[in-house]
């Protein structure tokens, strides 16, 4: 089963950028296609951006072009450079494999990213 380390987040204004990162076990990482996902108070779980194990990228609309998820193999490291952030993307931030959210059963502690002025 995977485990994830998620690290990065903090107290941002609007406008600002943050760099996430994790750091995943249990899996073979290099096979694996990885995700991000976030979960805003009173909402539900959901995908913020996903990338293969050949570095083939997939974003969700709201990320509007200011996010950049990245993988290193050797480091089993996944990361997620956030640009222009606002106050909707208030949330806890987590990686994991990148699959349906319903057939995720094993999460990381997250890491919180809170955008406020």
């Known amino acids: 089963q995977v485990q994830v380390v998620e690290s990065g987040g903090g107290l941002v204004q609007p406008g600002g950028s943050l760099r996430l990162s994790c750091v995943a076990s249990?899996?073979?990482?290099?096979?694996?296609?990885m995700a991000w996902y976030r979960q805003a108070p009173g909402k539900e779980r959901e995908m913020v951006a996903a990338?293969?194990?050949?570095?083939?990228?997939f974003y969700e609309d709201f990320v509007g072009g200011r996010f950049t998820i990245s993988r290193d193999d050797a480091k089993k490291t996944v990361n997620l450079q956030m640009n222009r952030l606002n106050f909707e993307d208030t949330a806890v931030y987590y990686c994991?494999?990148?699959?349906?959210?319903?057939?995720?059963?094993?999460w990381g502690q997250g890491t919180q990213v809170t955008v406020s002025s």
């Open positions: 990338i293969t194990s050949v570095g083939k990228t």
């Open positions: 249990g899996i073979d990482f290099g096979s694996t296609a």
């Open positions: 994991n494999v990148a699959k349906e959210l319903a057939y995720i059963t094993d």
